[in-house]
């Protein structure tokens, strides 16, 4: 990715140290990079790895950075708020972001510009994502490829009680369409739940909405109508997932408690229980299903297809004894980020398989990839002046393991 940096922005001062290690990473070498850097005082709401970039969003900015060298790249202006939401459209460079602003920013990240900004919702833009055509038929072999949606789209989710949809606008998929007229890219309002929007999940034509009305709803993208709602949970819903290979979703509760439903119906099917705190973040990759609660400070693996738990981990696992606070998964592997260390398991067996110390009191966001391992968090400063007081500093750690990637 080709990125032009804006006339003012300067090189981020980093500091980097080369290791050596025998107990590695699975897909590291005995030797690594790590660079590390502070990038100010904010928190930060969401983390992209994108190849050779990363794009942070903090209080009303948006920053890319290489993913090479922890140079700064770019800072996108714009939100006159927190910006909670962002996805990128990998295949042309293009960011979605939402915030307290309420509008949707859409950014041509070659040109750093936006290009875009969609006003349709009355409060805070919560969640948002882009969703891509897909081969939807690709669990059955015996069917025939079928693409939806019909081109990539954006959702927004609100705590005005709505969700959006949009074309995403990007001139050579939409050329039939005015580069600016806003109406020639809004597609639906999708109405019903009676609180925030928290979180959503979206594949083909089918979006999962969650909601703080302790329900959940399954709707159409295409037509922008309600097909099931999933009522059960008695307390607020965090987050969902979407399982289209087994026709059902997960959602996520303040009751502490994982639902499992099923898509045809709109039934539920199982309950999952062992949290004692709000479960936070759902993830589903590959043949696991990841949960995570930083109100208990656990991560649990469960089968998707059986609903059986198959690992915990947490302040009783080996290693910082301490709160899990994030966490990313692939099919072979589980890396979780809590204060003080960095962790990698195998995900099968709950064997340890890597520890990185880390000097942070909060992790606010880690992701990897095959060649690099990202970790976003703080570490609290005591100042002394005419009184005594705590700084909190962010820190960006880059972590790479000099691998060639195949498969870009």
Same mark, same amino acid.
């Given at each position: 990715?080709?990125?032009?940096?804006?006339?003012?922005?300067?090189?981020?001062?980093?500091?980097?140290?080369?290791? !050596?290690?025998?107990?590695?990473?699975?897909?590291? !070498?005995?030797?690594?990079?790590?660079?590390?850097?502070?990038?100010?005082?904010?928190? %930060?709401?969401?983390?992209?790895?994108?190849?050779?970039?990363?794009?942070?969003?903090?209080?009303?900015? %948006?920053?890319?950075?290489?993913?090479?060298?922890?140079?700064?790249?770019?800072?996108?202006?714009?939100?006159?708020?927190?910006?909670? @939401?962002?996805?990128?459209?990998?295949?042309?460079?293009?960011?979605?972001?939402?915030?307290?602003?309420?509008?949707?920013?859409?950014?041509?990240?070659?040109?750093?510009?936006? #290009?875009?900004?969609?006003?349709?919702?009355?409060?805070?833009?919560?969640?948002?994502?882009?969703?891509?055509?897909?081969?939807?038929?690709?669990?059955?072999?015996?069917?025939?490829?079928?693409?939806?949606?019909?081109?990539?789209?954006?959702?927004?989710?609100?705590? *005005?009680?709505?969700?959006?949809?949009?074309?995403?606008?990007?001139?050579?998929?939409?050329?039939?369409?005015?580069?600016?007229?806003?109406?020639?890219?809004?597609?639906?309002?999708?109405?019903?739940?009676?609180?925030?929007?928290?979180?959503?999940? @979206?594949?083909?034509?089918?979006?999962?909405?969650?909601?703080?009305?302790?329900?959940?709803?399954?709707?159409?993208?295409?037509?922008?109508?309600? %097909?099931?709602?999933?009522?059960?949970?008695?307390?607020?819903?965090?987050?969902?997932?979407?399982?289209? @290979?087994?026709?059902?979703?997960?959602?996520?509760?303040? *009751?502490?408690? %994982?639902?499992?439903?099923?898509?045809?119906?709109?039934?539920?099917?199982?309950?999952?229980?062992?949290?004692?705190?709000?479960?936070?973040?759902?993830?589903?990759?590959?043949?696991?299903?990841?949960?995570?609660?930083?109100? *208990?400070?656990?991560?649990?693996?469960?089968?998707?297809?059986? @609903?059986?738990?198959?690992?915990?981990?947490?302040?009783?696992?080996?290693? #910082?004894?301490?709160?899990?606070?994030?966490?990313?998964?692939?099919? #072979?592997? &589980?890396?979780?980020?809590?204060?003080?260390?960095?962790?990698?398991?195998?995900?099968?067996?709950?064997?340890? &398989?890597?520890?990185?110390?880390?000097?942070?009191?909060?992790?606010?966001?880690?992701?990897?990839?095959?060649?690099?391992?990202?970790?976003?968090?703080?570490?609290?400063?005591?100042?002394?002046?005419?009184?005594?007081?705590?700084?909190?500093?962010?820190?960006?750690?880059?972590?790479?393991?000099?691998?060639?990637? !195949?498969?870009?």
């Amino acid at each position: 990715m080709q990125f032009r940096p804006p006339p003012n922005d300067t090189p981020t001062t980093a500091t980097t140290i080369t290791t !050596t290690n025998n107990n590695v990473h699975p897909d590291e !070498t005995a030797s690594s990079k790590r660079v590390r850097f502070e990038i100010g005082h904010q928190p %930060i709401t969401n983390l992209i790895l994108n190849h050779d970039c990363i794009i942070l969003t903090f209080d009303e900015e %948006i920053k890319v950075y290489s993913a090479l060298t922890g140079t700064l790249l770019q800072t996108l202006t714009g939100h006159q708020g927190i910006v909670w @939401a962002s996805s990128l459209h990998k295949e042309t460079n293009t960011l979605i972001t939402g915030g307290t602003d309420r509008t949707i920013r859409v950014w041509d990240l070659e040109a750093g510009v936006c #290009t875009h900004v969609f006003k349709a919702h009355t409060s805070t833009i919560r969640t948002a994502q882009i969703i891509a055509p897909i081969n939807v038929n690709r669990h059955n072999p015996l069917l025939s490829p079928k693409y939806e949606p019909e081109f990539p789209i954006i959702i927004a989710g609100s705590r *005005d009680t709505s969700l959006s949809v949009w074309r995403l606008p990007i001139q050579e998929l939409n050329g039939h369409l005015s580069a600016t007229e806003q109406q020639n890219w809004f597609l639906h309002r999708l109405e019903g739940h009676t609180q925030t929007i928290r979180d959503i999940a @979206a594949e083909g034509n089918l979006v999962a909405s969650a909601s703080y009305d302790n329900t959940a709803r399954i709707w159409s993208s295409h037509t922008g109508q309600l %097909i099931h709602a999933l009522v059960g949970h008695e307390l607020r819903l965090s987050t969902v997932v979407l399982d289209t @290979a087994n026709r059902q979703c997960f959602t996520g509760s303040e *009751d502490s408690t %994982i639902r499992v439903w099923s898509l045809d119906t709109g039934s539920s099917l199982h309950i999952l229980t062992g949290h004692t705190g709000v479960v936070g973040e759902l993830r589903l990759n590959g043949n696991f299903l990841v949960s995570k609660s930083r109100a *208990d400070g656990t991560v649990k693996v469960w089968d998707p297809l059986t @609903a059986n738990l198959l690992l915990t981990l947490g302040s009783s696992t080996p290693g #910082t004894g301490l709160p899990i606070q994030a966490v990313q998964h692939d099919s #072979t592997k &589980l890396v979780t980020g809590a204060t003080g260390a960095i962790q990698t398991w195998d995900i099968r067996t709950g064997q340890l &398989l890597d520890e990185t110390k880390e000097e942070m009191d909060t992790i606010y966001q880690l992701a990897y990839d095959c060649r690099r391992r990202v970790v976003a968090g703080n570490v609290s400063v005591a100042i002394q002046g005419s009184f005594l007081y705590t700084l909190a500093k962010t820190f960006l750690e880059i972590l790479d393991y000099e691998v060639e990637d !195949t498969t870009q």
